[in-house]
C-alpha cells in the first residue's frame, strides 16, 4: 500500500517515543531516514542500526533544534550526505519544564515552551524549504496534541498554545507551500504512552485513560500510521488538514 523507495525522510525527535516508531515505519516502507536526537546519540544510533539492517540509508543528527545555527547545519549535513530531503517530520516537541497557571507562569518557561513546540517547527522548515523544493514531491507532516483542541491538561497553557500554533502554523504554510509543489499537513496525538511523559502515562493520567472510547492508551505506533499516510501519495490531494489520532476523544 505504501512505498517510498527513492524518499528521504526526516524526522525530527526519531531518537525515542512516537518519533523512533515514525522512522522505523518509513524505512519499513522504503525510505531513507534521518535520525535525529538531541544529546541522545546511543539511543538514535540504535534506531539507525535497525534501519540499516533493512537495507536503507541512514544518518543520524544530534542538534538543538530551538538553535538556528544547529538546525541549519543539520539541515546542511543532511544536503551533504543524504543527498536532499523529501518528506520532513517534525515530531520533537516536550512538555512544560514547570506546570503552573497562568499568574504563576514566568516568561523564560512560557518563552522556551513555545520556542521548543513551535519555534522549532519554523526552523525545520525553512531550513529544509529548497530540498523539499527541489525534490519535486516535498512533504511536511507537523505533529501537534488534541490539548488545542481541548484546552489541555491545567497549567499547561504555554504547552497548549504552542501545539495550537503548530495547526495554524500547518494552515499558514500549505497555502505558501502549495505552488512549490510541498503539501503541509499535520497529525494531532492523544495521549500516547512514550518517553514525552516523566511517568507512566496509563498511572499518571489514570482517569483520563478511563475517558478514551476505545478503552487504551495510544502507543507510539498509532501515530506513526497516520504519519505515514499524510506523506504517501494516498494523501496526494491533502494539504492544511489536521488529523486526530485519540482513541475517540474527539466524540466525547
Keep these: 500500500m505504501f512505498d517510498f523507495t527513492g524518499d528521504i525522510v526526516w524526522v525530527t525527535g526519531s531518537a525515542s ?4 516508531a515514525t522512522a522505523l515505519l518509513f524505512a519499513e516502507h522504503g525510505a531513507d531516514v534521518v535520525v535525529h536526537g538531541l544529546n541522545q546519540r546511543d539511543a538514535s544510533q540504535q534506531v539507525a542500526d535497525s534501519i540499516a539492517a533493512m537495507g536503507r540509508r541512514v544518518l543520524v543528527v544530534d542538534g538543538d533544534l530551538t538553535s538556528t545555527e544547529s538546525v541549519d547545519a543539520m539541515a546542511a549535513d543532511i544536503a551533504a550526505q543524504m543527498g536532499g530531503l523529501s518528506v520532513l517530520v517534525n515530531c520533537a516537541g516536550g512538555a ?12 523564560t518557561t512560557w518563552l522556551a515552551t513555545l520556542d521548543r513546540n513551535l519555534g522549532s ?31 489541555g491538561i491545567v497549567g499547561s497553557s504555554a504547552y497548549t498554545a504552542a501545539k495550537g500554533g503548530v495547526n495554524a502554523f500547518t494552515r499558514a504554510l500549505a497555502k505558501e507551500m502549495a505552488p512549490h509543489g510541498i503539501r503541509v499537513n499535520a497529525a494531532s496525538p492523544g495521549l500516547v504512552n512514550s518517553p514525552f511523559h516523566d511517568q507512566d502515562a496509563t498511572v499518571l493520567y489514570k482517569d483520563l485513560v478511563n475517558r478514551i472510547p476505545l478503552g487504551r492508551i495510544g502507543q ?11 506523506a504517501s501519495d494516498h494523501a496526494g490531494y491533502m494539504t492544511g488538514e489536521v488529523i486526530e489520532a485519540s482513541g475517540g476523544m474527539r466524540v466525547r
Design 121 to 151: 517547527v519554523f526552523r525545520t522548515q525553512r531550513a529544509c524549504f529548497a530540498m523539499l523544493k527541489a525534490s519535486g514531491k516535498g512533504r511536511i507532516v507537523n505533529v501537534s496534541s488534541m490539548t488545542e483542541r481541548s484546552g
Design 220 to 230: 507510539p505506533e498509532d501515530l506513526a500510521g497516520p504519519i505515514l499516510f499524510l
Design 17 to 20: 517515543g512516537i518519533g523512533r
Design 96 to 107: 512544560p519544564t514547570l506546570r503552573a497557571p497562568i499568574w504563576e507562569l514566568d516568561d
